[in-house]
């Protein structure tokens, strides 16, 4: 077991196990009780000035993000946090509401986890 990641607007299922919104914004036009979530982690997310950078760049600057982000990540205590949920309760699944599957902060925190020795699943 270990950490997945896919969409909050995808339907829940029993194979996602703990469920984790890792977005700082509520997702648009989702209802808390179709989120089927386990606990908002908040957080964990960028900052609001890094979002708010991303979200204003032109072009591809998603390799400066990644690289500011994960170094939010090494600072930030709810990270830790949500790395030592994954050893307790096996299955975690990291919810997000950005179109994009693979250019995410989502993704980078899924890998930013296991760099850290947390066991990723497709």
Not at 12 to 26: E, H, I, N
Not at 100 to 116: F, I, K, M, P, S
Request: negative net charge; hydrophobic residues 45%.
């Amino acid at each position: 077991m270990g950490f997945a990641m896919k969409r909050v607007y995808e339907p829940a299922a029993a194979s996602d196990g703990y469920r984790v919104l890792v977005d700082r914004l509520w997702p648009r036009g989702i209802s808390k009780e179709r989120a089927e979530l386990d606990e908002w982690a908040k957080d964990v997310a960028p900052s609001p000035e890094l979002r708010a950078e991303w979200h204003r760049a032109d072009g591809d600057r998603f390799a400066e993000f990644a690289a500011r982000y994960r170094a939010e990540l090494d600072d930030n205590l709810a990270a830790g946090a949500l790395l030592a949920a994954g050893r307790e309760r096996g299955r975690v699944t990291l919810l997000f509401g950005a179109r994009d599957e693979r250019v995410n902060h989502a993704a980078v925190l899924l890998g930013w986890l296991g760099d850290r020795g947390a066991d990723l699943e497709e």
